[in-house]
């Protein structure tokens, strides 16, 4: 007895609990032999509940290959009614599994009409779904009483598969065009109202703005580009000047770099130190100044970031959606694409994940009307190419899956043509600390290039016409507009090598 009793007590240790037993399983036979019936009396019926129900949908397995049958005569663009029906089913050779004609015959004489089969359908589908989660919980709770399974692996599992049930069951209902067309109007008297015309989003890069209006609500934009170009500082600069300039909540979800390694490529961006002395700390007493005086502008600035690595989809739709809500977060960006996963997912490639990704990333701007601007890396193609054409980034180049470029509603290339060694432009004009921005593809709007300035040493990109450093802006506060101050010499205050003794900054 005594053997008996530990036995029993490991396992119940390492069992899956079955949830309310003996409780039935949620369904409505009746109405599911109502729906069928109405099917095969009205011809337009089955259009009505095609985007309601599956198969898979109906408990009883009968109706099941009944409604299956249906579904194979609506593709072939056959009638359906008892006789095709019957006919379609012995031609499967499930006749006698349903119930025979009898069966069938039975189904039609319970209905009157199709007139609820619309309302019938939609609790057949709400039936279905609390089935699915009824049996994804039972799972979830079996692997957890296993102990040789991770828990946080399991809590990325049921992550995903949680994710999968939502998305196979949501439908969103269409909507009559005059709601619509108040809110294209609302856009297009917004956009009239602003300065410079823009409808979304101000990046703080003018030329950039005006081929975008902006980044659109419910967009998902992708920027690309080979490593060493630069793509995370192109963020951070505009996260800044979205943040700090006009006061738009950003989040920033960096998968390859700490917080706090984030947070100093924008000290060294805002105060212009470089990134070097940041690091080592040795910086000179008027770079203290200067640090003290400038980070100032970061202090409260709506930026949330966020640096858990291998960060998956599923983990991001929470985040997102609770910074949303708590924060008015306005836009998303992510470090990079090809670092988030899809865990919890079984794909056949490391392809169909990134192309997961992308459709849910899309997804995910459209739920949050917000949008999302995701980095990615180019594969190799760009390095084996030659001349300074064959270097600029082309679309083919996306790396690991051609569902990014498909699922972006804008495509946008960074190239520098000086990391290439090309100094100069065909008309002989100096490419030196230029960068280019190419909008590659833009579903709504047109394509071209956009010329930065880019600050190497800052890790900074700023408009062309804008590019007054720190010590340029301390000579205009001293009536030297043309002049730039010396250099201090090492060791010495800045104060007392500086000019009229004020700041640069």
């Not at 960068?435 to 709007?445: M, P, T, Y």
């Not at 956009?450 to 700023?462: G, I, T």
């Amino acid at each position: 007895m005594a053997d008996s009793n530990k036995n029993t007590g490991r396992g119940r240790q390492k069992a899956a609990p079955i949830p309310d037993m003996g409780r039935l399983q949620p369904q409505a036979k009746e109405l599911e032999e109502a729906v069928l019936g109405a099917l095969m009396l009205e011809k337009d019926a089955y259009s009505i509940i095609s985007e309601i129900l599956k198969p898979e949908c109906f408990y009883e397995k009968s109706h099941e290959m009944i409604f299956s049958a249906i579904v194979d005569l609506v593709a072939s663009q056959r009638p359906v009614d008892m006789l095709t029906v019957t006919e379609q089913l012995k031609k499967r050779g499930e006749l006698d599994l349903v119930g025979g004609p009898f069966y069938i015959s039975q189904l039609t004489s319970k209905v009157a009409s199709s007139a609820h089969i619309e309302y019938h359908a939609r609790i057949i589908a709400q039936k279905y779904l609390a089935r699915e989660l009824i049996s994804f919980t039972a799972q979830v709770q079996g692997k957890a009483f296993d102990e040789t399974i991770d828990v946080e692996d399991l809590m990325q599992e049921a992550e995903g598969k949680l994710f999968e049930i939502s998305q196979r069951n949501v439908k969103k209902d269409v909507t009559q065009i005059n709601p619509v067309i108040k809110d294209a109007l609302d856009m297009l008297q917004k956009a009239a109202n602003q300065k410079e015309g823009l409808s979304g989003l101000r990046t703080g890069f003018n030329a950039l703005d005006k081929i975008t209006s902006g980044w659109q609500n419910s967009d998902l934009v992708i920027i690309a580009a080979r490593p060493a170009m630069g793509k995370t500082a192109f963020v951070l600069s505009m996260a800044k000047n979205m943040a700090v300039n006009f006061n738009i909540p950003v989040a920033l979800f960096s998968l390859e770099m700490s917080n706090v390694q984030l947070v100093n490529r924008m000290i060294v961006n805002v105060c212009e130190i470089p990134g070097e002395k940041i690091k080592s700390g040795r910086l000179e007493s008027y770079e203290w100044e200067q640090l003290d005086f400038k980070i100032k502008e970061l202090y409260d600035a709506p930026v949330y970031v966020d640096d858990t690595p291998s960060l998956s989809v599923f983990e991001l739709r929470t985040k997102a959606r609770r910074l949303v809500r708590e924060h008015g977060i306005k836009i998303l960006i992510i470090d990079y694409l090809q670092l988030m996963n899809a865990s919890g997912m079984n794909f056949g490639s490391r392809e169909q994940e990134v192309s997961m990704i992308s459709r849910s990333l899309k997804g995910l701007a459209k739920e949050l009307n917000i949008p999302i601007i995701a980095l990615s890396q180019l594969n190799r193609g760009v390095e084996n190419r030659q001349g300074a054409e064959g270097k600029r980034p082309q679309l083919a180049d996306l790396r690991e899956s051609g569902a990014i470029e498909q699922d972006a509603d804008m495509v946008c290339f960074i190239h520098r043509p000086e990391y290439y060694k090309i100094t100069e432009d065909e008309r002989g004009n100096s490419l030196i600390g230029l960068a280019e921005i190419i909008v590659a593809k833009h579903r709504n709007g047109a394509t071209g290039d956009v010329r930065l300035r880019f600050k190497s040493e800052f890790a900074k990109f700023m408009n062309v016409d804008e590019d007054v450093s720190i010590r340029e802006f301390s000579s205009g506060m001293n009536g030297d507009m043309n002049g730039i101050p010396p250099i201090p010499p090492a060791g010495n205050d800045f104060l007392s090598a500086g000019v009229n003794n004020e700041m640069p900054f």
